[in-house]
């Protein structure tokens, strides 16, 4: 069993690749702009043989390697580090605050997305993900302390002395 801060490092590489990957091969393959189903059914169904460009299932792969990635570490375990973390007497109001801050990041990143694609392109908001992983990456290897095997009271005395004896 992995601990969760190398879950962390291992999630944050996984969507690293990923949004990483979406980037490049959205800023190196052209996008026809306009409504092309009709285009891709009748290909299916036309008698002539058309090649198969496999380059097109990178989006695919890419988006279920950040699921995976996501669902591996930072999905679940920043609510379990949460509860680990905060101090009983303020885990209420400040869990409360992290769902808020949770929702609001959410929120803005939906929001912005269209707008930002259509200003600077649609590899920008990948790359600026990619940016965010390896800033997660740096965040877990300074900030976030590893609790496997740790009870509550030891975890809330290394917060309370600021002491880094059983945290590596």
Same mark, same amino acid.
């Given at each position: 069993?992995?601990?969760?801060? /190398?879950? *962390?490092?291992?999630?944050? #590489?996984? &969507? @690293?690749?990923?949004?990483?990957?979406?980037?490049?091969?959205?800023?190196? %393959?052209?996008?026809?702009?306009?409504?092309?189903?009709?285009?891709?059914?009748?290909?299916?169904?036309?008698?002539?043989?058309?090649?198969?460009?496999? /380059?097109? *299932?990178?989006?695919?792969? #890419?988006? &279920? @390697?950040?699921?995976?990635?996501?669902?591996?570490?930072?999905?679940?375990? %920043?609510?379990?580090?949460?509860?680990?973390?905060?101090?009983?007497?303020?885990?209420?109001?400040?869990?409360?605050?992290?769902?808020?801050?949770?929702?609001?990041?959410?929120?803005?990143?939906?929001?912005?997305?269209?707008?930002?694609?259509?200003?600077?392109?649609?590899?920008?908001?990948?790359?600026?993900?990619?940016?965010?992983?390896?800033?997660?990456?740096?965040?877990?290897?300074?900030?976030?302390?590893?609790?496997?095997?740790?009870?509550?009271?030891?975890?809330?005395?290394?917060?309370?002395?600021?002491?880094?004896?059983?945290?590596?």
């Amino acid at each position: 069993k992995a601990g969760r801060k /190398i879950l *962390l490092f291992v999630s944050s #590489s996984l &969507m @690293l690749v990923s949004t990483f990957t979406m980037g490049m091969y959205v800023q190196f %393959t052209s996008v026809p702009h306009g409504n092309h189903t009709n285009q891709t059914l009748e290909s299916l169904f036309s008698s002539g043989e058309q090649p198969i460009n496999y /380059i097109t *299932l990178i989006p695919l792969f #890419s988006i &279920m @390697l950040y699921i995976m990635g996501y669902a591996v570490g930072w999905g679940p375990i %920043t609510w379990l580090l949460m509860s680990e973390v905060l101090p009983l007497r303020a885990r209420g109001v400040a869990s409360g605050l992290c769902v808020l801050v949770s929702w609001l990041t959410a929120f803005t990143m939906i929001e912005s997305f269209i707008p930002v694609s259509e200003a600077f392109g649609l590899s920008v908001p990948f790359f600026f993900f990619a940016v965010v992983c390896v800033l997660n990456i740096f965040f877990t290897g300074c900030c976030v302390p590893e609790t496997k095997g740790r009870t509550l009271e030891q975890i809330e005395s290394y917060f309370r002395t600021g002491r880094r004896s059983f945290i590596r």
